[in-house]
């Protein structure tokens, strides 16, 4: 098949580096400029193959050139959206042809020639050859294929510009992938040597938290290494799309954290929240005296309003702990129309740091960007309350509903007559008190009652002195 | 072949290193040189300024992943794998790749794992493979999969050297990563002291390669900041480093 080829082609040449000190010239690359570009053409010539500019005979040993690849592919069942998948086969498929190394894809290819391939005779017409063979064999559905080799600068300039529409369009279609158009979720353990019962689910809706890895990131990376720490995880049937509970992805926790976290929401974080791992790049946490939630990132030094900093507050939820109240996010995250989703997203956010939330300003809805405060117009939860009352932050609409809700299904238990001899602590909302863990002082019994993570509730907090 | 070069800072391991890669030169060999002790200046003593290092190439990904510049269709390790070739610094006689700083805040196990993959993929491509490490040896174990086929511990004569390349050997043992062979260079030997000393690192288990004598040359290097790779051909320390390679070679 490649008999006219002068040079091997196989897939043992993967991997291949050609050394400066080796190559004939250089293609594209840091120093030139250079693409590559699929695209679905249905009035094709099958196998028509050209070279527009010098091929190698007519280039200078040890210089740079500029090169476009430019394919186009025509079959029944070929569709504009498998454009990018099979465009991204270039770079493996190029490799396989000895003497001829490609990197990277799109508008940052970078290509080498060596010497040793020149010498044998090999041309640019022979890659372009390999390549459409080679493209043919991979993806049957390709009917027709015509490659075209552009080494001229001022063409490569032009088809430059060609590309970039091509790329721009399938990244919009990227950034509006959601949960529900995919089937596969990736699951990330690479954090399991420190935290051995975290598995990390990533979507495209959710990226990991570390922030490094998103969705097509995992899928580059598993079929990269398919026995590696990132694994597909099938979703299964939906249990509620508005928390993003999955049946098969609490199966797949279940089993990879050894049974430790049965269940995860992947957009909330009450009730079952996602682990921690300890490498997110922020947390959000739950502040019961405001019933919202309050975000600090890893890079905010200060303190937040609940009176610990980050590095402590990492501490308590990290480790693959599931701790409801609280979720380890990346920044990327805050930038999901699923963010916290089920807790009511940016309307439910009281608090975050000034350099976080003007990394958001285009995310978070305009109308409240001015209601949450940051360090600057808050530190404690009492300045929280004022300025949110101050600037009408929608928080206090849930307060009060709430607070109704409470007083017509319970009986006020508070005597008035009370009221006269007490002092009576009531700021703006509900007092909650979280305590971890507390003691009743008085029961002298011998019965000891001690609550642990409870939230106490009280309409009103009355403080009398003994004897009156 | 793999050859870690390693040893107690100020002891003559970039000497070492330098030097090797300088006995391997103008053979046809493809030659990688490793800098992987953040404190060495293993670039200054091959004559050559490198830079960006793997360590910049991580930071850069990670702010421009932090900033939303990553295409979201584009294949991220694809732009590592060229960014790492792009740190690369390539001469006509060997290739140098500085690993530089450790990391910042923040995670970086996803970005690690796919580097250690890339770096041994490009790794693959060369004949020999000389790496700078510090004494420590938990970057190597970090930044690579592949076994080392030696390990080259450098010491002066001093007792705390020596202590250090058998703390060296003592912990190369327990690592992920599994050396063929260990050997120990000996510098700035005082003629004269070399049976001695030769004694002295037998008895606790080590095997000397070679002996490198004082040079006043080497001193005078250093101290004007001379590339050590440009010592001349006939000077005391290179011949030294070429017998020593010489026997290596044979033995591997």
């Not at chain 1, 950034?175 to 051995?196: H, I, K, N, W």
């Not at chain 2, 060495?40 to 702010?63: C, F, M, Q, T």
Request: aromatic letters at 8%; charged letters at 30%.
């Amino acid at each position: 098949m490649f008999k006219d080829i002068p040079v091997d082609v196989s897939p043992m040449h993967e991997g291949e580096r050609i050394r400066a000190a080796n190559m004939f010239v250089e293609l594209a690359g840091p120093k030139s400029m250079g693409a590559e570009l699929i695209q679905v053409d249905e009035d094709i010539e099958n196998g028509d193959l050209k070279i527009i500019g010098p091929d190698l005979s007519e280039m200078t040993e040890g210089e740079i050139y500029p090169f476009g690849v430019y394919v186009k592919i025509q079959g029944d069942k070929l569709e504009k959206e498998l454009e990018g998948v099979i465009e991204r086969r270039i770079h493996e498929l190029s490799n396989y042809v000895k003497g001829f190394m490609h990197l990277n894809q799109r508008d940052q290819i970078w290509c080498r020639v060596s010497k040793e391939a020149f010498e044998a005779g090999f041309k640019l017409l022979d890659y372009a050859k390999a390549l459409s063979i080679l493209l043919q064999e991979d993806f049957p559905l390709i009917e027709k294929i015509t490659v075209t080799i552009l080494t001229d600068e001022t063409d490569v300039a032009s088809f430059l510009e060609t590309t970039k529409e091509a790329y721009d369009y399938r990244d919009s279609r990227a950034r509006e992938l959601s949960d529900e158009d995919v089937d596969v979720f990736y699951g990330c353990t690479m954090c399991q040597s420190f935290a051995p019962s975290h598995v990390c689910i990533v979507t495209p809706d959710r990226t990991a938290l570390c922030g490094a890895i998103n969705w097509f990131d995992c899928r580059a990376a598993a079929k990269m290494d398919p026995e590696g720490a990132i694994f597909e995880v099938e979703k299964g049937d939906v249990i509620d799309a508005t928390t993003g509970e999955y049946s098969n992805v609490n199966a797949v926790v279940a089993d990879k954290s050894q049974g430790v976290t049965e269940r995860i929401f992947l957009h909330s974080l009450f009730d079952y929240p996602h682990t921690s791992c300890g490498c997110f790049e922020a947390v959000a946490f739950y502040i019961p005296e405001l019933d919202g939630i309050g975000i600090v990132s890893r890079d905010f030094g200060g303190e937040t309003p609940l009176g610990i900093p980050f590095s402590t507050m990492a501490g308590q939820c990290s480790g693959g702990k599931q701790v409801e109240g609280f979720v380890g996010l990346s920044l990327e995250y805050m930038r999901s129309p699923k963010f916290l989703q089920a807790d009511g997203a940016y309307e439910r956010i009281v608090w975050m740091p000034k350099e976080v939330k003007e990394s958001l300003i285009e995310f978070i809805p305009g109308e409240l960007y001015d209601k949450i405060p940051t360090e600057e117009e808050a530190g404690s939860i009492k300045d929280i309350r004022r300025f949110l009352r101050e600037n009408e932050h929608p928080i206090r609409e849930r307060l009060k509903q709430s607070r109704e809700l409470a007083v017509t299904e319970e009986e006020p238990v508070s005597d008035t007559s009370e009221f006269e001899d007490g002092y009576e602590v009531e700021d703006g909302g509900t007092p909650v008190a979280y305590v971890p863990q507390m003691t009743v002082p008085g029961s002298s019994n011998g019965v000891k009652i001690i609550f642990k993570n409870a939230k106490i509730y009280a309409e009103k907090v009355i403080i009398k002195k003994n004897g009156k | 072949m793999i050859i870690a070069v390693s040893g107690k800072g100020g002891t003559g391991k970039t000497l070492v290193s330098s030097l090797l890669i300088k006995s391997l030169m103008g053979k046809g060999k493809d030659i990688l040189a490793i800098d992987a002790d953040p404190d060495s200046n293993l670039p200054e003593a091959l004559g050559i300024h490198v830079d960006r290092s793997v360590g910049d190439v991580r930071e850069e990904l990670k702010k421009d992943t932090a900033e939303g510049n990553i295409p979201p269709e584009a294949n991220k390790w694809d732009i590592l794998d060229y960014k790492i070739m792009e740190s690369l610094l390539e001469t006509p006689e060997f290739d140098l790749m500085v690993m530089g700083r450790p990391e910042g805040s923040g995670c970086y196990c996803a970005v690690n794992n796919i580097l250690r993959k890339i770096i041994d993929r490009l790794s693959a491509n060369y004949d020999i493979i000389i790496i700078d490490t510090e004494a420590g040896l938990e970057h190597l174990s970090r930044r690579t999969t592949q076994n080392v086929d030696i390990i080259l511990m450098v010491t002066d004569p001093s007792k705390r050297g020596i202590l250090t390349a058998k703390r060296i050997e003592e912990l190369s043992k327990n690592l992920d990563i599994s050396f063929k062979r260990k050997y120990l260079i000996l510098n700035r030997v005082k003629p004269g002291k070399e049976d001695e000393l030769t004694r002295e690192v037998n008895e606790i288990g080590l095997e000397v390669a070679g002996i490198i004598h004082e040079d006043e040359q080497v001193e005078n290097y250093d101290r004007k900041g001379k590339a050590l790779i440009e010592l001349p051909d006939d000077s005391q320390a290179f011949k030294s480093i070429s017998q020593i390679m010489e026997v290596i070679l044979k033995k591997i």
